[in-house]
């Protein structure tokens, strides 16, 4: 099984900044894409951005310029620096990885518990 733990939530006002983490554990042969998604209340959840094993990065338009995705390969982490945060950054904010197992060898699409990120204006 593999498993999301992430950390960085939190409140702050708008133009501040928050870091988000998450590190992938378990049974785990490969990690191939991480990546951050949102939603809001009342709202489907949407992609933020996510990065591929080969440094490859998808940032949504709303997030282009102001948060950057990055990944320490070694240690199965990712982070989203979120800087220049608008109120309608709000949203719980999910981790997600996507790879294959050790044992036994399969595919995994896993998704973190969420971590709530409020802007205030």
């Known amino acids: 099984q593999v498993h999301l733990e992430e950390s960085g939530g939190g409140w702050v006002q708008a133009g501040g900044s928050l870091r988000l983490s998450c590190a992938a554990s378990g049974n785990i042969f490969s990690v191939n894409g991480m990546g951050w998604y949102r939603q809001a209340p009342g709202k489907l959840r949407e992609l933020v951005a996510t990065v591929n094993s080969g440094g490859a990065f998808d940032y949504a338009d709303s997030a282009k310029g102001r948060f950057t995705i990055s990944r320490l390969n070694a240690e199965n982490t990712v982070y989203l620096q979120m800087n220049s945060l608008k109120p309608e950054d709000t949203a719980v904010y999910y981790c997600?990885?996507?790879?294959?197992?050790?044992?036994?060898?399969?595919?995994?699409?896993?998704w973190g518990q969420g971590t709530q990120v409020t802007v205030s204006s």
């Open positions: 997600n990885a996507k790879g294959y197992s050790r044992v036994p060898i399969r595919p995994y699409d896993v």
